[in-house]
């Protein structure tokens, strides 16, 4: 089951790395933590820091004002990535990943969902899409987010919920994915 629930969690990131070379020793000790190295679970490298939502005290996400022709653009890219995703077309889900991603390592990406996507069965279901910070360059989008996996192996099945924000950027392209925050219910 561990190894379930590390496959849910490589789904559910990017692989979160950079150009630097920053290895960390485990020491198997309750002091090891990846909170030290510039890139880590949490804010995986981002340069900016401030991705995120704000919510009604209702609990609705607020949406961002965005223009109808980008919301609509940034929406097809959103359902493009997790499509691409649960087809696991790799030239499809690298063709709508930023070619200078500011969350990962594009490279390093790819190589570890190869890896996964050979060793596991994975479907990303989405609800509550929402852009919930617009410029005309850079871009947020919030989603509800159910994942389910099973270990094509030995058939082992689990299965999380939470929330993302995906952030896209503008390229000569269209928007491409460039990072990603997840955020699992417990």
């Not at 609705?60 to 493009?80: H, R």
């Not at 899409?129 to 994942?147: G, N």
Request: hydrophobic letters at 35%; proline letters at 2%.
């Amino acid at each position: 089951m561990k190894k379930m629930t590390l496959a849910v969690g490589l789904m559910l990131l990017l692989t979160a790395c950079s150009d630097e070379n920053n290895e960390a020793e485990n020491t198997n000790s309750v002091d090891d933590s990846n909170l030290e190295n510039e890139n880590n679970t949490l804010d995986h490298g981002m340069e900016d820091k401030s991705a995120g939502f704000t919510m009604t005290d209702d609990g609705q996400v607020i949406e961002a004002q965005t223009p109808e022709e980008e919301k609509a653009a940034l929406l097809e890219a959103y359902g493009e990535y997790i499509a691409a995703f649960n087809a696991e077309d790799m030239e499809r889900y690298m063709a709508i990943i930023a070619e200078e991603p500011e969350g990962f390592d594009r490279d390093e990406d790819r190589l570890a969902l190869e890896e996964a996507f050979a060793a596991y069965d994975t479907e990303y279901t989405t609800s509550n899409e929402t852009i919930v910070k617009f410029t005309p360059e850079r871009a947020e989008v919030f989603a509800e987010i159910s994942v389910s996996v099973s270990e094509e192996e030995s058939g082992a099945e689990t299965q999380q919920t939470g929330r993302q924000v995906v952030i896209f950027k503008k390229e000569t392209a269209g928007w491409k994915v460039s990072g990603l925050h997840f955020i699992g219910n417990q």
